[in-house]
T-cell receptor, first 113, second 112 residues
């Protein structure tokens, strides 16, 4: 059981480039989340999804887009990368919105230069 | 929306001492409060959680207390060990959205 898998682990982007961060989970969880973690800071919610075909904005959605075509996958798209998007990105999932543990992927460290 | 404040931002203790980290939340509808430990370069890992209908929960050297009236909850680590050194995050979740909102973290250093 792989849990939550993120790819890539590391990436360097040039300003203005685009990329997609991949996240997949094999636990049949309905709820999935994207967080960013800046150095020395907590995790801020970018986007979330409560099921296939349903997504919504979190605290810091600007500059990002998501889609949820299947239960397993929740990719995060960065368009026109900016230095302010340099961060570590974590994907997480949980079974339902009650008292269940959120499982995190191993993170993607993104640097925009 | 929910806002979670966490204090202190850094905490240094001697091995064997106790450590306490405190969090406050703003949304009275929040009903689930997990604590995560994040070691350098790793993903956050759940260490303990508490539901809003419980005042205290303990797991070996770790305990969490919740005061719903004051909207604050705390993590207590007793008999600290060097391997407890990490960043600890508190979080709150509301039933309405199910989103986890995190505090900014506390960097705990346990000196041998």
């Amino acid at each position: 059981n792989a849990g939550v898998t993120q790819t890539p682990k590391f990436r360097i982007l040039k300003i203005g480039q685009s990329m997609t961060l991949q996240c997949t989970q094999d636990m049949n969880h309905n709820y999935m989340y994207w967080y960013r973690q800046d150095p020395g800071m907590g995790l801020k919610l970018i986007y979330y999804s409560v099921g296939a075909g349903i997504t919504d904005k979190g605290e810091v959605p600007n500059g990002y887009n998501v889609s949820r075509s299947t239960t397993e996958d929740f990719p995060l798209r960065l368009e026109l990368a900016a230095p302010s998007q340099t961060s570590v990105y974590f994907c997480a999932s949980l079974q339902d919105r009650t008292f269940t543990e959120a499982f995190f992927g191993q993170g993607t460290r993104l640097t925009v230069v | 929306g929910e806002n979670v404040e966490q204090h202190p931002s850094t905490l240094s203790v001697q091995e064997g001492d106790s450590a306490v980290i405190k969090c406050t939340y703003s949304d009275s509808a929040s009903n689930y409060f997990p604590w995560y430990k994040q070691e350098l370069g790793k993903r956050p890992q759940l260490i303990i959680d508490i539901r809003s209908n419980v005042g205290e929960k303990k797991d070996q050297r770790i305990a969490v207390t919740l005061n719903k009236t004051a909207k604050h909850f705390s993590l207590h680590i007793t008999e600290t060990q060097p391997e407890d050194s990490a960043v600890y995050f508190c979080a709150a979740r509301t039933m309405s959205q199910g989103n986890l909102i995190f505090g900014k973290g506390t960097k705990l250093s346990v000196k041998p």
